[in-house]
């Protein structure tokens, strides 16, 4: 070996001749290699007037005599440039940008005065960092302030049902978490051994709902306001079995439109073993999609009603560049300021439209929209859910409608089943069905 290994500093030989030349050139390396510092890194060529010891990192694509050393320092040394190939870890200042440079992967990148160089994988404080703490501090207390402004620590996981969170421990057992665990819901959770864990308090990323899952509060009380229980069985109807068709009051139609009992829903029916008859094409599709399969035999009765629009034209409204017409709304009553309303909707013809009003919250199958809703009948059965909000000082008590369903043409139809309505705001499972009103339980 003729020279070191890092800094490649000549050495000098036995017996060597002239060895001053030997050691000089090794002076000059440490010269410009040791407390490195650059005028720049921008040029591409070299200055015209360099002077002795001036040192630059070579900006690319080089050119002249700094062709070919792109990335190096070049130093002007005895009257000609002499240059250093960088190794991984090297540090140099940079005159003009006032910055700290690192030389890793290849590249000089800036690096803030005082920091470690970036791409370490592991760093432990105090401690020892490994392969899944990949940072480690042990501390009485860990301080992460602002820089003149804001600061925000964020926790990043890959895919919504992966884990982002803080877990509390004593003895490495965790007692408590919080954030996003297993979904994008903010949970606080508890455990007696780091094992398993109960969720305390969940809020909904998507409406800020708050619940508590492992308290014995009162949740999701949902009582329906339509005294059939929205079965279309006529007023006051309490048994499990329904008989004919009969349109309620709570409903309007408008246009001309007009409903009809498309089906009902039999309990102990043919389709799932029973013998009491076989279910409608729709109505078997409904039931197929809300209840399990050893479910799907016995059950509440109810009808499905079949709306079709009228030749009316009255209250057009425009969506999407399409003209609709108005069929159904919730009759003018007496309401309280905040309700929620759900049904299952099918359309067979054409589209048709939930006309949202202010302060209304529409959800199909789940995904909320603060915009009017189509529901086309490719879609096949649709759980709707509405919460309806107004200001008490804004409202005359019976507006706006709760619901409000538009057509595009006369002779279009369309299914509607299990309405309910529910004073409140109340999160009603898509799959809840018919909804039992305060008179099911009467005499």
């Not at 440490?30 to 921008?42: C, F, I, K, T």
Request: hydrophobic share 40%; glycine share 10%.
């Amino acid at each position: 070996m003729e020279s070191s290994p890092n800094l490649v500093l000549p050495y000098i030989m036995p017996s060597q001749a002239q060895a001053h030349v030997t050691h000089n050139e090794a002076i000059r390396a440490l010269d410009a290699l040791v407390q490195m510092s650059a005028e720049s890194r921008a040029l591409t060529a070299p200055p015209a007037s360099p002077t002795e010891g001036m040192r630059h990192i070579v900006g690319t694509p080089a050119t002249g005599d700094w062709f070919g050393h792109d990335g190096e320092l070049a130093a002007w040394q005895d009257g000609g440039w002499v240059f250093f190939t960088p190794k991984e870890g090297w540090r140099c200042w940079c005159a003009d940008e006032q910055v700290q440079l690192v030389h890793s992967a290849g590249a000089w990148i800036v690096q803030p005065v005082g920091a470690t160089p970036t791409g370490i994988e592991e760093l432990g404080v105090n401690t020892t960092a490994d392969g899944t703490n990949r940072l480690a501090v042990r501390a009485d207390a860990t301080l992460l302030t602002n820089e003149d402004g804001d600061h925000r620590l964020a926790i990043n996981k890959a895919a919504s049902g992966d884990t982002a969170s803080i877990i509390f421990q004593t003895g490495f057992a965790g007692h408590a978490e919080i954030g996003l665990t297993g979904s994008d819901d903010l949970a606080v959770r508890a455990s007696p051994d780091g094992s398993i864990f109960v969720d305390a308090l969940v809020v909904e990323s998507e409406s800020g709902r708050v619940t508590m899952p492992a308290s014995a509060f009162l949740s999701d009380y949902a009582i329906n306001l339509y005294d059939d229980s929205g079965r279309f069985g006529g007023a006051g109807a309490t048994d499990v079995a329904i008989g004919s068709f009969s349109w309620p009051g709570y409903l309007t139609l408008l246009n001309s439109s007009s409903a009809a009992g498309l089906a009902k829903f039999i309990t102990n029916n043919t389709d799932y073993g029973g013998d009491a008859g076989s279910l409608n094409p729709a109505v078997k599709d409904l039931i197929d999609r809300i209840r399990d399969a050893s479910f799907r035999r016995f059950g509440v009765e109810f009808w499905v009603a079949q709306i079709t629009q009228g030749s009316g034209t009255s209250n057009p409204f425009s969506s999407g560049g399409t003209t609709f017409h108005e069929m159904l709304a919730s009759a003018p009553r007496m309401r309280a300021p905040a309700m929620t309303f759900h049904a299952y909707v099918k359309a067979i013809d054409d589209d048709i439209l939930l006309r949202r009003s202010s302060g209304q919250t529409i959800y199909k199958d789940g995904e909320a929209s603060t915009d009017h809703v189509h529901v086309s009948p490719s879609e096949g059965w649709v759980s709707v859910r509405i919460e309806d909000i107004a200001d008490p000082r804004q409202t005359d008590g019976y507006q706006p409608a709760v619901l409000s369903v538009y057509g595009k043409a006369p002779g279009n139809k369309w299914l509607l089943a299990c309405p309910a309505l529910m004073a409140g705001i109340s999160k009603v499972d898509d799959d809840i069905g018919v909804v039992a009103a305060c008179n099911s339980w009467g005499a």
